[in-house]
């Protein structure tokens, strides 16, 4: 399998000062230890290098941050040109309202936006606006959902208080009847449901909404006059330019915007409704960075980007081109796979398995092959990912799975 040795070292000297070497989402005992390469080193468009010079075509896009494809000219030039100006000053500089204008054009039922760096800065801001709004304490939430790092929500325990949680209470995903059973034994009491438009756990299928189930919730939560919080971090500008909820036929109260936004410059957003000016000006908001102007320029080109090239339609594409061509090459060596979640946003693994062993093989096969797909998160497409690169891909996952085939 592939010889990493700078990653290995630099993983070495990194164990030494940072805990745990590499931590969070991007730590090699979340993904394929020793299969996986640990640092990169630069990218370009649909593909990436590892600091041991290897290639990889990329479809996890810095898990979601890259939409337009790593080093997009356009994005590129209009934050150069934004940071001869300046980045960081003792104000906001006017692309700051510009790129509020251009959120609530985009997305319709929007009447303000506010900006954080990342997505949990969003979510929990999200949840107190509801809190402030309602004068209620307790927010719904999908089991296994994940909104973020913050103690409300984290899936991690260290560190965390059962008061953190006393008031969150988690519903599975297309439950109607669990929700209402939550707002019966809390009626009064809830301020906020927070959820993504289609559930899309970690080692999981993702799934989709059942036909009807989100403008259901919207009309449960409006008649009970608790906001509903769209988490559209993940799949936000990647499903409609116009937002995922234009998709499954609904309106969210407030929507937490995150990776599209800047493709690889550091900007959330949250959109609200007119109701919700006041509370939304009563819960403090703000960070050292926060009125970064090169994220915001970067911001403001890649929804012009995005809404210019139509880039959901474009994800679309290529993932279906990519979803078929992995089903016929597996099916090539007996092998069948299941898909599920947005072609712009799969999310894949063998019909047969229990566990993810088999997947994990594949992947680390895939990875040695110079395509990097992961076993345990949907993937996501760019508006780089383009027929020739995904041809590419396919031929290189066929020779992962001729080796599979071989092993097993
Ligand atoms: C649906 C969803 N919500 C919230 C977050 C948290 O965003 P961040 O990691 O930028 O804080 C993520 C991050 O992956 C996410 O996918």
Redesign the pocket.
């Known amino acids: 399998m592939p010889n990493l040795p700078e990653s290995m070292e630099l993983f070495r000297r990194a164990s030494k000062v940072i805990p745990g070497g590499i931590y969070g989402h991007a730590s090699p005992a979340a993904g394929l230890p020793g299969a996986f390469p640990y640092y990169a080193e630069k990218a370009n468009g649909c593909r990436y290098w590892d600091v041991d010079g290897r290639e990889y075509l990329d479809f996890m896009c810095g898990?979601g941050t890259i939409s337009l494809g790593y080093g997009n000219p356009i994005v590129e030039e209009a934050a150069s040109r934004q940071r001869k100006k300046g980045s960081v000053f003792n104000h906001p500089s006017a692309v700051m309202p510009e790129l509020a204008e251009k959120l609530t054009e985009l997305v319709d039922f929007a009447d303000w936006a506010v900006f954080g760096k990342?997505?949990?800065d969003m979510?929990s801001w999200a949840i107190q606006v509801a809190r402030e709004f309602t004068g209620r304490k307790k927010i719904l939430k999908v089991q296994g959902a994940?909104?973020?790092?913050d103690p409300w929500c984290t899936p991690g325990s260290g560190g965390i208080i059962e008061e953190d949680v006393s008031h969150i209470h988690s519903f599975p995903w297309n439950d109607l009847d669990a929700i209402q059973t939550l707002i019966a034994r809390h009626r009064g009491e809830i301020a906020g449901l927070i959820l993504?438009p289609f559930h899309h756990p970690a080692f999981g299928d993702s799934q989709m909404p059942e036909k009807g189930f989100l403008p259901k919730v919207q009309k449960i939560c409006n008649k009970e006059e608790i906001l509903l919080i769209l988490?559209d971090?993940?799949a936000g500008f990647r499903l409609a330019v116009g937002g995922s909820h234009t998709v499954f036929d609904f309106e969210p109260d407030l929507a937490c915007y995150?990776k599209a936004l800047g493709n690889g410059y550091n900007i959330?957003a949250t959109l609200g409704r007119e109701h919700l000016r006041i509370a939304a000006t009563k819960v403090f908001l703000t960070g050292s960075y926060w009125n970064d102007a090169v994220s915001m320029a970067a911001s403001l080109a890649c929804l012009g980007e995005i809404q210019a090239s139509n880039l959901p339609a474009h994800l679309e594409k290529v993932g279906s081109l990519l979803i078929n061509g992995l089903s016929r090459a597996a099916s090539e060596y007996g092998f069948k796979m299941v898909f599920s979640g947005p072609p712009a946003m799969p999310f894949m693994r063998f019909q047969d398995e229990t566990n993810f062993f088999k997947l994990q093989r594949f992947c680390a096969l895939a990875a040695n092959e110079g395509v990097f797909l992961h076993p345990h998160h949907n993937w996501f497409l760019s508006a780089a990912h383009d027929e020739l690169a995904i041809t590419q891909a396919i031929e290189a996952a066929r020779r992962a799975f001729a080796k599979l085939s071989e092993e097993l």
């Open positions: 898990y990342n997505g949990s979510t994940y909104h973020g790092v993504t988490d971090i993940r995150c959330s």
